[in-house]
């Protein structure tokens, strides 16, 4: 039911997940505002201004501004500082902020955070910053935290919670509730309560909602759920526990160690944050460009991240162009192929591209896998197919016109079919390689493509123009 008090709520504020505290949007507009009150060095109105912000908000705020600006936003922040917004930051924007804040002041703000924050806080900084950090913690929160760092990156073992509520099978639901409401050290957030044996192994999950709806004298053994109840192990892949939260739809699922212990917990905010780079990571590397790469990098370490596939590019070109100079003879004759070859390779390369982007999220989403390869291969061809014969048409039919020579209206809508054929093979096939020989597909596979359609559209063409044409 809505609270009356909330229809006179101005629209531009929204409610704090405690309901305690409004928060305003940060539209441009806002951060504008808060910008322009900065070069005028109206500190008050700064304060003012930032204060009504939500700690993610402030983050995206950092992010938009300029260098020094941030500077001055990080000492307005810093008297009423909230370490969660060091969660939000990007990797070498959160090195920034933390540097500029002080050691001191994030090490006693970060006792404040979980322990998988704290481990995403303080994971890529330097050994000492690290060390100083972890010293302003309790002993039993330091300890759970070098442990997550002992586990590889991008494991379940760095993104699991050890703040987690777990009981024996034998309780009543009445001891199960009055204990949540006696125990101090439980997580300020969770979701699921997690059974285990006297072995701490879990044998089975009850939601709070079961919880709350269950009469009190039931046992928990005869109300928890099962079959539906899924461990992920400490070591594995973060990928993979994204997919298992997406295929079975949890909100939470228990991590165990090698011998099956209760180790963790992993809650569905934090998958959410692995989709979530994961997809940034794909995307990036599928432009070739590297994850260092960002808005808030400085320009030499832009420029260094992509030097080295501008680099390879540079080789692909080169080999296109090699099969360009092949037929050098057979240009200078018919200069109509130098005005028209482009569009061979270009519509080849897009239709390509198109097949290997859907390849490479079918992949990462576990769609397209060895069981139905072939099926997506024949079907990815036969579309190219269709779409070449279409564009054989619409291509031929303008350089027939163009030219007034329908022989080269001929050639270049042959030559188009041949190149979408093998752009949609290569499209599909070329990332399934990758994948199979343990290579990302997202890394190379754009790399490899521009260099296959560039390569037969050429020769398909110039070499077709030279049989029929000369």
């Known amino acids: 039911m809505t609270d009356i008090n909330e229809l006179d709520r101005p629209e531009n504020t929204v409610s704090s997940?405690?309901?305690?505290?409004?928060?305003?949007?940060?539209?441009?507009?806002?951060?504008?505002?808060?910008?322009?009150?900065?070069?005028?060095?109206?500190?008050?109105?700064?304060?003012?201004?930032?204060?009504?912000?939500?700690?993610?908000?402030?983050?995206?705020?950092?992010?938009?501004?300029?260098?020094?600006?941030r500077q001055q936003l990080v000492d307005v922040i810093r008297p009423d500082f909230d370490p969660e917004l060091l969660t939000e930051l990007d990797d070498e924007l959160r090195e920034e902020v933390i540097a500029q804040l002080g050691t001191e002041v994030v090490a006693e703000a970060i006792s404040e955070l979980d322990s998988d924050d704290v481990v995403e806080v303080i994971e890529d900084l330097e050994e000492a910053d690290q060390q100083e950090l972890l010293g302003a913690l309790s002993e039993i929160e330091r300890a759970r935290v070098q442990e997550a760092l002992s586990y590889p990156e991008y494991t379940a073992g760095r993104i699991m919670q050890r703040e987690l509520v777990a009981i024996p099978d034998y309780w009543s639901v009445g001891q199960t509730i009055d204990f949540l409401r006696s125990a101090?050290?439980?997580?300020?957030?969770?979701?699921?309560?997690?059974?285990?044996?006297?072995?701490?192994?879990?044998?089975?999950?009850?939601?709070?909602?079961?919880?709350?709806?269950?009469?009190?004298?039931?046992?928990?053994?005869?109300?928890?759920?099962?079959?539906?109840?899924?461990?992920?192990?400490?070591?594995?892949?973060?990928?993979?526990?994204?997919?298992?939260?997406?295929?079975?739809?949890?909100?939470s699922t228990p991590v165990v160690d090698d011998n099956g212990r209760l180790v963790g917990v992993i809650t569905v905010d934090d998958v959410v944050d692995v989709i979530d780079e994961e997809y940034e990571e794909d995307m990036m590397r599928m432009a070739g460009v590297g994850e260092e790469d960002d808005l808030s990098s400085a320009v030499l370490d832009t420029t260094r991240s992509r030097f080295t596939w501008l680099l390879v590019n540079l080789g692909t070109a080169i080999a296109a162009s090699m099969v360009i100079g092949l037929f050098e003879h057979t240009i200078q004759s018919l200069v109509?192929?130098?005005?028209?070859?482009?569009?061979?390779?270009?519509?080849?390369?897009?239709?390509?591209?198109?097949?290997?982007?859907?390849?490479?999220?079918?992949?990462?989403?576990?769609?397209?896998?060895?069981?139905?390869?072939?099926?997506?291969?024949?079907?990815e061809v036969a579309v190219c197919t269709l779409n070449g014969l279409a564009f054989a048409v619409l291509s031929g039919a303008v350089s027939w016109f163009w030219f007034d020579d329908w022989r080269l209206g001929g050639v270049i809508?042959?030559?188009?079919?041949?190149?979408?054929?093998?752009?949609?093979?290569?499209?599909?096939?070329?990332?399934?390689?990758?994948?199979?020989?343990?290579?990302?597909?997202?890394?190379?596979?754009?790399?490899?493509?521009?260099?296959?359609?560039?390569?037969?559209?050429?020769f398909a063409f110039l070499g077709l123009a030279a049989a029929f044409l000369l």
């Not at 940060?26 to 201004?49: G, K, N, Q, S």
């Open 17 to 69: 997940a405690s309901g305690s505290e409004d928060y305003v949007d940060l539209t441009p507009e806002y951060a504008r505002e808060i910008l322009d009150a900065l070069h005028e060095e109206d500190t008050p109105r700064v304060e003012e201004l930032v204060g009504e912000l939500h700690f993610a908000d402030i983050a995206d705020l950092l992010g938009w501004a300029g260098s020094s600006e």
């Open 184 to 251: 101090k050290n439980l997580p300020e957030d969770f979701y699921d309560i997690i059974v285990v044996d006297p072995r701490y192994r879990p044998v089975g999950m009850m939601p709070l909602s079961r919880a709350i709806r269950t009469n009190r004298p039931v046992l928990v053994r005869d109300v928890m759920e099962t079959d539906d109840m899924r461990t992920v192990l400490v070591t594995e892949e973060q990928e993979n526990v994204a997919h298992l939260f997406r295929q079975r739809d949890l909100i």
């Open 336 to 379: 109509a192929l130098a005005v028209l070859m482009p569009i061979v390779a270009s519509m080849g390369g897009n239709a390509g591209t198109q097949t290997l982007t859907v390849a490479v999220r079918a992949i990462a989403t576990r769609e397209l896998t060895s069981t139905n390869a072939w099926r997506v291969v024949r079907k």
């Open 413 to 458: 809508g042959v030559a188009m079919i041949i190149n979408l054929i093998v752009a949609g093979a290569a499209g599909a096939i070329i990332p399934l390689a990758l994948e199979r020989a343990g290579v990302d597909p997202a890394v190379s596979s754009s790399v490899f493509l521009t260099t296959i359609t560039d390569v037969v559209g050429f």
